[in-house]
């Protein structure tokens, strides 16, 4: 009865592997289908055919986040501008007790 329940849950398995490669063939072929519409497309107007492009800079995740921490930063209360908290000095904390060397 065990091996039973192990080559079911292989073929189950398996089943959902081919189903999840399935989907991926049919959204690779859509987006084929798409461009070649574009391209057809394109071609009967006469105008220039343009590839897909998705312009990343790599730089726009650092200065956007950059950009929210001065943000954070600049935020003010009732009180007046307010310091980040990873800025402010604390001066009268004492956690430890300076002791003299034993001789």
């Not at 220039?48 to 650092?62: A, K, N, T």
Request: cysteine-free; overall charge positive; hydrophobic content about 50%.
């Amino acid at each position: 009865m065990n091996k039973f329940f192990v080559f079911l849950l292989r073929l189950v398995l398996m089943l959902a592997g081919l189903l999840f490669a399935a989907s991926l063939v049919v959204v690779a072929l859509s987006l084929v289908a798409l461009w070649g519409l574009r391209y057809l497309w394109a071609k009967l107007t006469g105008q220039p055919v343009l590839p897909f492009v998705m312009r990343v800079d790599p730089r726009d995740g650092f200065n956007r986040m950059y950009r929210a921490r001065q943000q954070q930063g600049a935020r003010t209360t009732d009180d007046g501008p307010t310091v980040a908290p990873s800025r402010e000095r604390i001066v009268d904390v004492t956690d430890v007790e300076p002791k003299w060397p034993r001789s």
